[in-house]
């Protein structure tokens, strides 16, 4: 069948005028053969729930996603740079609305499921402990022989233990397939070949963090233009995108950026998929794999390395990083040693994971404001109560 007959049954199917009120007719408008369809098995764990007349499963998992705690303290969370340096650059929270929009924008056009796509963007840094990724190594090397911490796996366990919804067992009670894309972000170098959505989301996840940190670093002062034109991506962006050498400044560079890696990777999908077997969802091995073309590829990691010699690795930035992980270090080991020190509701999950599990999920939920107040009443003023962050 080809699309416009497609399209046309759709129509048909969907009555009234041009209204489409059940999100069945709105994916059978929309969505190509290989994208996920939330008419297919869009499974739950407690799988009572009936289905919503125009709000499809994977809408529904945006929304709770959305109106989750977890979700809220983003705000609260760094991503790069700390509160302490200015609010002009991003927060995990920005940051999270920024890979959204772009993996929106991409699986619109490939006429992948948005709704999906836009589930698993605002879910998938929601794990993030504070102080950004020096606050992940912390809990790490304190939790080293339990297996480590990862943002990926404390995601889940947010959505799927902890957080809760109005009269409902705990958790979000998300979809298998949301589910799934995040447990697929723990561990890629098994090399799975995931789903599209899922692929999409990684894919904006570092074309907003490339554009979105040279913004920042121009900001604050780490980097400075000129030295930016040694870089080959940089060079091409601005073009491609015919940029007046006259006009560049930071906002040009950034929007520059963010539209050259959208064009490149959408080209290169569009001829992938044009070229793939139509597949069943579900058939895993068939999947298309979604990449940047090489050379594309080979110039953004250069960018990439050049951020983490200049700004990851910048003097002022670790300076701050040590101060944040040695801060979330001796609160673990206080609270290790002293586990009745924590809110109740934490003490109560001591039998089921673990006294070290335990202080590691309470301190990994924390905004970093929050986790500065309780260094401040427990540490510095010798308080034997720590206080609770709500779920
Ligand atoms: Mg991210």
Known sequence: MSGTEEMDLAREAAGDGDIVFD?????????????????GPAIRRHSDEPLHAYRSPFQRDRDRIVHS???RRLSGKMQVFTG????????????TQEVASIARTIGRV???????????ALLHDVGHPPYGHCGEDALDAA?????GFSHNRFALQLVCEIERRAGTSPGLNLTAAVL?????????SRGEVVSLEVQVVDVA???????????????LGLLQLPSLMSLDFVRRSLLEQQVDPQRIDRRVLVHALVETQVHHFLRHAQGVLATAEPTAQSDDAARPRLDMPADIEGERNQLSGYLFDHVYRHEKLIDIRQRAARRLSQLFYLLQAYPQRLPPRFTALIDRLGTSRTVGVYLAGMTDRFCDEVY??????GRDHAPDWEA
């Open 205 to 219: 996840d570092s074309i907003a963090y490339n554009a979105h940190d040279v913004d920042d670093a121009l900001q």
């Open 376 to 381: 401040l009443q427990l540490i510095e003023m």
């Open 180 to 188: 799934a894309g995040q447990e697929q972000r723990i561990d890629k």
């Open 143 to 147: 939790l080293a022989a339990e297996g």
């Open 110 to 120: 490939l006429r992948l499921n948005e709704d999906l796509i836009e589930a698993l």
């Open 84 to 95: 302490d340096m200015g609010d002009y650059h991003r927060t995990r929270l920005t940051h």
């Open 23 to 39: 999100w069945q007719s709105r994916e059978r408008l929309l969505l190509g053969s290989y994208a996920t369809w939330a008419s």
């Open 69 to 71: 705690a977890a979700f």
